[in-house]
């Protein structure tokens, strides 16, 4: 168990509906980090938080927004829902702003699946 | 930018045999090299890390990786498998002085390992 802890482990929905997927990182990391894992693209980094700002930027869709909460647990918000967008999503956080010698880790990640 | 190819997409093997899997990278930078595992419906652990000084690198599990800066290879090796070895992995690389969180990722490698 990496202490990190995703809700809902599975989610199917409708296109074009909107989806919220939450992480709450290890107790005391202040980064959080949300990945993509698709059979088309692999796994890709979609954006990390940092105590609550926005700190890095990835491949993220503009229908994607995530933000990350006073408690520090951070949410990825999926809109205009696409069956490309079907996947699985990971989140992984790290104690700082994620240094060289800073390792993150995983949640088990949210199984998303549009229909 | 940083790119990761995992040569091979699966490896069957018999159970004590050794295995490689192949992970080169193309980066501009120096990098930081990560090799993680994926076990049926969970996260990604970590199985090993290089950062700096020894270029063969032990990890959990009985594993090891040997970065070769000339050839861009960081290949993972394990003596003798066993069943419970099977799973995905996934080699990984982001730019040296970096956030580790923020990953660049291959495609993976399904390793199988028969009895």
């Known amino acids: 168990d990496s202490g990190v802890t995703q809700t809902p482990k599975h989610l199917i929905t409708a296109t074009g509906q909107r989806v919220t997927l939450r992480c709450s990182p290890r107790?005391?990391?202040?980064?959080v980090y949300w990945y993509q894992q698709s059979l088309d693209q692999g796994l890709q980094f979609l954006i990390q938080?940092?105590?609550?700002?926005?700190?890095a930027k990835g491949n993220i869709l503009e229908r994607f927004s995530a933000q990350q909460f006073p408690d520090l647990h951070s949410e990825l918000n999926l809109s205009s829902l696409e069956l490309g967008d079907s996947a699985l999503y990971f989140c992984?956080?790290?104690?700082?702003?994620?240094?060289?010698?800073?390792?993150?880790?995983f949640g088990q990640g949210t199984r998303l699946t549009v229909v | 930018a940083q790119s990761v190819t995992q040569l091979d997409s699966q490896v069957p093997v018999f159970e004590e045999a050794p295995v490689e899997l192949r992970c080169n990278y193309s980066?501009?930078?120096?990098?930081?090299l990560f090799w993680y595992v994926q076990y049926p419906n969970q996260g990604l652990q970590l199985l090993l890390k290089?950062?700096?000084?020894?270029?063969l690198v032990k990890g959990i599990n009985g594993f090891e990786a040997e970065f070769n800066k000339s050839q861009t290879s960081f290949h993972l090796r394990k003596p003798s498998v066993h069943i419970s070895d099977t799973a995905e992995y996934f080699c990984?690389?982001?730019?040296?002085?970096?956030?580790?969180?923020?990953?660049?990722f291959g495609r993976g490698t399904q390793l199988t390992v028969w009895p």
């Open positions: 992984a956080s790290s104690p700082n702003r994620g240094g060289p010698q800073t390792e993150a880790f």
């Open positions: 290089y950062l700096s000084g020894s270029t």
């Open positions: 938080y940092y105590n609550g700002e926005e700190r």
């Open positions: 990984a690389v982001t730019r040296r002085g970096s956030t580790l969180g923020r990953l660049y």
């Open positions: 107790s005391g990391d202040l980064s």
């Open positions: 980066s501009s930078v120096s990098v930081y």
